[in-house]
């Protein structure tokens, strides 16, 4: 069963816009990451907030942790046409015995000029 | 520069034909993963190493293989078994911490992909 979902699919604004991206998951973690990922390319690690954290800052994004609804946003401020591409979370966990990182389905997100 | 590369880029394998894969890093890191993304989804582990001369399968490891013979490389064999090959392929790599007695993955640093197309 998938550990990380991820809502909305798709996603498309307006420059300068505000994006949010929700996953939840359904076990316990040691942490949860983000990552982004364009259209062909590898993936690129974004932020990693740990399950004892309830908030992350990087530059425009933000991610917010609820270990208790296992949920987390990333929030993306003043959207460009840059930040069109694939978003993962993941999640750090125990699966089946084994500590493993578990990505969700992504969401697309599309940033109109 | 420390990365992480693979190669090739693009492979075309006929049916039947084992393709290996390659993935090196630089990094110095711990761990190293294969992943495959087939498109518009998200990542399924097929093998994970944590150490050298050791591997465990992932969530889709039937069909391929894995060795870890030098800690800087991870290749991956597609083998004739692995009934619909075509994919993407993406290795990746992290250090591993360990916080009492919880191993804790850190960020992967993921090369830039392998796509495999069977014709």
């Known amino acids: 069963s998938q550990q990380g979902e991820e809502d909305p699919q798709a996603l498309s604004i307006q420059e300068g816009e505000n994006a949010t991206m929700n996953c939840s998951y359904k076990?316990?973690?040691?942490?949860l990451q983000w990552y982004r990922q364009n259209s062909g390319r590898g993936l690129v690690h974004l932020i990693l907030?740990?399950?004892?954290?309830r908030e992350k800052h990087s530059g425009r994004l933000r991610v917010t942790l609820d270990t208790s609804k296992k949920s987390s946003s990333l929030l993306i401020t003043a959207s460009r046409a840059a930040d069109t591409a694939s978003y993962f979370c993941?999640?750090?966990?125990?699966?089946?015995?084994?500590?493993?990182?578990?990505f969700g389905q992504g969401t697309r997100l599309t940033i109109n000029p | 520069d420390g990365g992480i590369t693979q190669s090739p880029k693009y492979l075309f394998r006929k049916e039947g034909q084992n393709v290996t894969l390659s993935c090196e890093q630089n990094?110095?890191?711990?761990?190293m993963y294969w992943y495959r993304q087939d498109p518009g989804q998200g990542l399924r582990l097929i093998y994970y190493?944590?150490?050298?001369?050791?591997?465990q399968k992932g969530d889709i490891a039937e069909g391929y293989s894995v060795s870890r013979e030098k800690k800087e490389s991870f290749p991956l064999t597609v083998t004739s078994a692995q009934k619909n090959p075509t994919a993407f392929y993406l290795c990746?790599?992290?250090?591993?911490?360990?916080?009492?007695?919880?191993?804790?993955?850190?960020?992967?640093?993921f090369g830039e992909g392998s796509r495999l197309t069977v014709l």
């Open positions: 190493s944590q150490i050298v001369n050791d591997f």
């Open positions: 990094l110095n890191h711990d761990a």
């Open positions: 907030i740990r399950s004892n954290e």
């Open positions: 990746a790599s992290s250090i591993i911490w360990v916080r009492g007695s919880v191993p804790d993955t850190g960020e992967l640093f």
């Open positions: 076990t316990s973690i040691n942490n």
């Open positions: 993941a999640t750090d966990a125990e699966v089946q015995g084994a500590q493993k990182l578990v």
